[in-house]
């Protein structure tokens, strides 16, 4: 493989980064080319985890298809069902109850947080810190903790269907999600006591991985990534499905767009996703939770496309539907594949210190870039 | 830009563009001879500013393929879906790659998967299937006894 | 009172009044191998146990608590299986370089015991110069990395020799600029005569801020030096998954391991000897109640103490810094260490002349 591939000159050194490595979380396989230590080129190699979603989704129906996406972008999951069931209820022009869309919004922002704040832990732990990947865990594991709960998973949640959500909150959902909050907040000064604050953390990410506003938008960043650099793109401001619209949030945005930019935002997200919870979290109205759809959902002929802000960036779910109960063709539009493939760009003459460091900041998971 | 709006400042521009209806934003399309074309105009030309492509895809319509742009503009928050119908023998189609760069990772996964040729792309390979995968997996008539998908 | 000063005295006078001289010495030289590899492995599983267990206090959790009371017996276990576990060679590697380079690197961490004293008068060897002899010896560890990165045939392997090469060569100045400042202040190359010069008081004290800025720079150049967070751009086990020791296995790779802290062990031992004393107890000026109440701590927990107490503070380092780039951590020694060094070494000769010490 490595003669087939290696169109090299003289002296350079071709590195297979993966499928097994430290700091890919997952079967990322990059192959890359050195110059000593400097970096060449950066070349993906993806398909490892590739199960073939789309196609599987052509062969279940629009119930069952919403529970095989939980698999793709497996830390937000509740994010991933909750665009199909928006793509569906958009053909079926369904809305689901009130209670429904506050209890999707709050979960949403939950697994927000928890995406976060595991992607916290690894990032530090791909610049050698070990430490703040368990003093990530403590807090994420309270989220986990509610969400095993009330869906019943911890990671695969499957919580949201077409109409609304599957069950109803678990009976202490409020004072739970008011402990996390509280601890939180106590616990939010030892991240930058610890990572933030760091000289060398900061050296280590400030001007590396730079992506400058119109390569985001060329290379189709979303979500951190492309807000680092300046790109307002996020969907759950300029695109609001359920009630985003009422709730106040303020949608994070910085300049530089290096490695450092994207770490900050990805903090102040958390700060705002908080805020968003406890907007909602005491004036959750009563009522159903599921609006009463038939047993076998079919939807009409034509296209749907539902987008929505995962915790990487844009999912978009594109339906297209012939009539029947299963979906034609779904297409999923993935954030991760994306803003993977602004990162050879990205570090292209830099070191390989600086690939882990960037690519940290992307926060990729495989499954969702291969699907 | 309203749909209205758009549809009609296209139609000045590229009079062999045809719509479709439905949808919550404007569907059109065009010969696949003129994509590239058009795609160069809705990039470029003021009040368009189509600069940033989401989704880029393939539907095996069994008969034809579709090919589906979905471009968006982040500077006056338009969206629209430009569709071209290629021929499902011989698929083949302009890159776009050299305009928005995300493409060349989408248009070598629609290659994967569906088999479309991108001309002129910089580097047309297999991404997620093994480099010596024989066969086009999202492709309807697609059948793999071993890796059985169908349930 | 038995100290180690004098059972090794006894066993001495035993040896010559049972036997003849030269079969006393050859009898000495065996009994002081099989103590030093014993040392060597009670150290290094000590120092393994006490780095998991450093490790788990900081990230909030247990860390081993298993195998024996508090899991003390859990890096003999690991030992064991490391032990029955097969040692791989790669197809294509250099065979002899790479079985001999582990040795190297241990026989190196060997070598570096011999002049260190771990109580009053109890030294394998008091050689004339024996900072001279340690920072010698010391460098020599970078062979037995950059053989192993070099045999293994893994260009994981070859870029962590090379970036473990230029890290050792350039913090060996340093190093041994910051040692060379004790030196100055003692006037004399011996270990013991070192301790010695601190009888009324530690260097660190002493000599105030010279020795303050020396010590500073010794800790983080032997940190360096020894591979370790957040300078381990060696192994950096995100970039290079576990670099020039990528390819080892089996008791080959516990080889490395061991001797990863014995170094630490050594390092550590020489910063408390020239900086703390060694095994000299807490002395202050000429006040005797004190003194002599420090005197009755026996002096090898002293230096054992001592030790411990820098080990801890290096493997906090690695629990809570990210690692450096490659780059950057050239740029800190070239740039900040080495120029900061020199400067020290004057202010320390300035003080030294001057008699600006107490």
């Known amino acids: ?142 989220i986990t903790d509610i969400m095993e709960k009330t869906c019943g998973a911890r990671l695969t949640m499957n919580y949201m269907v077409p109409g609304g959500v599957m069950a109803e909150l678990h009976p202490g959902f409020q004072r739970d999600v008011e402990r996390f909050i509280q601890l939180y907040k106590s616990k939010f000064e030892e991240y930058s006591e610890l990572v933030t604050g760091n000289v060398i953390f900061q050296n280590r990410m400030k001007s590396v991985g ?115 109960t299963t979906p034609y063709r779904i297409k999923f539009r993935s954030p991760g594949f994306s803003n993977l493939s602004a990162l050879e760009h990205m570090v292209k003459g830099l070191k390989i210190g600086d690939l882990i460091a960037a690519m940290g900041s992307l926060d990729l998971v495989i499954p969702d870039i291969d699907r | 830009m309203l749909n209205e709006d758009l549809k009609s400042k296209l139609v000045e521009i590229l009079p062999l563009i045809s719509f479709e209806d439905g949808g919550e934003w404007l569907n059109a399309y065009v010969p696949p001879e003129e994509l590239l074309a058009c795609v160069n105009q809705l990039r470029a030309t003021p009040g368009f500013d189509f600069d940033y492509l989401f989704c880029l895809t393939c539907i095996d319509w069994k008969t034809h393929f579709t090919m589906v742009y979905h471009f968006s503009s982040t500077l006056h928050r338009h969206n629209i879906v430009i569709k071209a119908r290629i021929d499902r023998m011989n698929p083949e189609i302009e890159t776009v790659s050299h305009i928005w760069r995300t493409a060349e990772m989408l248009e070598r996964e629609v290659y994967d998967l569906f088999g479309v040729v991108f001309r002129h792309h910089p580097d047309l390979r297999r991404l997620i299937m093994p480099d010596d995968w024989q066969g086009w997996p999202l492709r309807k008539d697609f059948e793999d006894p071993v890796n059985m998908i169908k349930l | 009172m038995l100290s180690l000063e004098n059972i090794t005295r006894i066993i001495h006078e035993w040896l010559n009044s049972h036997f003849n001289p030269a079969i006393a010495l050859d009898t000495e030289f065996v009994l002081v191998g099989v103590a030093s590899i014993t040392l ?40 064991l299986k490391l032990l029955m576990k ?69 260009k994981y392997s070859l870029l962590g020799a090379m970036r473990s090469g230029a890290q050792i060569v350039s913090y060996e100045l340093s190093a041994g600029l910051s040692v060379l400042s004790i030196v100055v202040l003692t006037g004399s190359l011996s270990i013991k005569d070192i301790i010695l010069s601190q009888q009324n008081g530690w260097w660190i004290f002493k000599a105030h801020i010279p020795a303050l800025i020396s010590f500073i720079i010794f800790i983080i150049a032997v940190t360096a030096e020894t591979n370790r967070a957040p300078f381990d751009m060696a192994e950096a086990e995100s970039e290079l998954t576990a ?48 003194n002599h109440i420090m005197d009755y701590i026996p002096s090898s927990i002293w230096f054992l103490g001592k030790t411990i107490g820098l080990i801890f503070l290096i493997m906090w380092f690695r629990w809570t810094f990210p690692r450096l780039r490659i780059d950057q951590l050239l740029n800190l020694e070239w740039k900040y260490l080495l120029p900061i060094s020199m400067f020290n070494l004057l202010l320390t000769s300035l003080v030294a002349i001057m008699g600006w010490y107490f």
């Open chain 1, 1 to 142: 493989m490595i003669e087939e591939i290696g169109r090299t000159t003289e002296g350079d050194l071709i590195i297979n980064i993966g499928p097994q490595h430290p700091a890919t979380h997952g079967v990322l396989h990059l192959v890359i080319t050195l110059n000593g230590e400097t970096i060449k080129k950066v070349e993906p190699h993806l398909g490892y985890i590739h199960r073939s979603i789309e196609k599987m989704c052509e062969s279940l129906s629009y119930r069952q298809f919403i529970y095989v996406t939980s698999r793709m972008d497996y830390l937000s999951s509740h994010i991933n069902n909750h665009a199909c069931a928006l793509c569906v209820e958009k053909g079926l022009q369904i809305e689901p109850p009130q209670r429904a869309q506050y209890i999707r919004v709050i979960m949403d922002e939950l697994t927000r947080i928890a995406s976060h704040e595991l992607w916290w832990g690894a990032m530090a732990m791909d610049l050698g810190a070990f430490t703040p990947f368990f003093h990530a865990f403590r807090e994420r594991e309270t």
């Open chain 1, 210 to 324: 730079v992506l400058s506003k119109e390569d985001a938008i060329s290379y189709g960043c979303s979500g951190p990534v492309g807000r680092a650099s300046g790109v307002s793109c996020d969907i759950r401001k300029l695109y609001p499905y359920d009630i985003y619209n009422k709730v106040e949030f303020d949608e994070i945005t910085e300049t530089e767009g290096d490695s450092y930019a994207r770490y900050v935002v990805r903090l102040k997200e958390i700060q705002q996703s908080i805020r968003i919870i406890e907007q909602l979290l005491g004036n959750i109205p009563e009522g159903d939770f599921q609006a009463k759809t038939k047993a076998v959902l079919k939807l009409p002929k034509g296209e749907f496309y539902q987008r929505v802000e995962t915790a990487r960036g844009e999912l978009g779910v594109y339906i297209v539907s012939e009539g029947g």
């Open chain 3, 40 to 79: 060597f492995a009670l150290l290094g599983l000590s120092l393994v146990w006490m780095e998991r267990k450093v490790a788990a206090v900081m990230q909030i959790r247990l860390g081993p608590n298993r195998v024996g009371p508090k899991g003390i017996f859990q890096t003999t276990a690991d030992t």
């Open chain 3, 86 to 154: 097969e040692g791989l060679v790669p197809d294509g590697a250099d065979k002899f370089l790479f079985n001999l380079a582990p040795f190297i690197v241990m026989i190196v961490a060997m070598l570096i015991l011999a002049p260190i004293a771990f109580a009053k008068n109890f030294q394998i060897w008091d050689i004339n110069i024996g900072v001279l002899y340690l920072s010698a010896i010391s460098s020599l560890s970078v062979i037995g990395i950059l053989m192993a990165g070099w045999a293994s045939n893994s």
């Open chain 3, 243 to 290: 670099g020039f020791h990528t390819e080892y296995s089996g008791m080959r790779f516990a080889l490395f391991f061991l001797a990863e802290y014995i170094n630490i062990f050594i390092v550590c031992a020489i910063g408390a000897t020239l900086f703390f004393g060694g095994w000299m107890p807490l002395h202050i000026g000429s006040w005797q109640a004190f």
